[in-house]
């Protein structure tokens, strides 16, 4: 079965920025939209963004338009979030997950692998 291992989360202060990494274990991970979810202490899991097989077409929610940069590199089986000019509220574990229909959809429902996730805390 498809394996997603994210990396890259951290500990960091407000304004600044990391880039999340998101490694697939088979090929056919390069047919796949790949989405970023997060899901802070309490809260229900939000979608971030997505990205189509190809790379060409990506969504961001509002909350992290222009701020946040999905891409993949389908080379390196691997699909990263670049986070610029974090906020405390950006603070979250956060989920790389593989969506095997293209539907490019905003929620987790739509999404059949996921990985473990990795932590993102932004202080202020």
């Known amino acids: 079965q498809m394996q997603l291992v994210e990396s890259g989360g951290g500990l960091l202060q407000a304004g600044g920025s990391l880039r999340l990494s998101c490694a697939a274990s088979?090929?056919?991970?390069?047919?796949?939209?790949m989405g970023w979810f997060r899901q802070a202490p309490g809260k229900e899991r939000e979608f971030v963004a997505v990205?189509?097989?190809?790379?060409?077409?990506?969504y961001y929610a509002d909350s992290v338009k222009g701020r946040f940069t999905i891409s993949r590199d389908s080379a390196k089986n691997a699909v990263y979030l670049q986070m610029n000019s974090l906020k405390p509220e950006d603070t979250a574990v956060y989920y790389c997950?593989?969506?095997?229909?293209?539907?490019?959809?905003?929620?987790?429902?739509?999404?059949?692998?996921w990985g473990q996730g990795t932590q993102v805390t932004v202080s202020s």
């Open positions: 997950a593989a969506d095997t229909f293209n539907r490019l959809g905003v929620g987790d429902h739509e999404y059949d692998y």
């Open positions: 088979e090929r056919t991970f390069s047919r796949y939209a």
């Open positions: 990205i189509s097989w190809s790379g060409g077409v990506t």
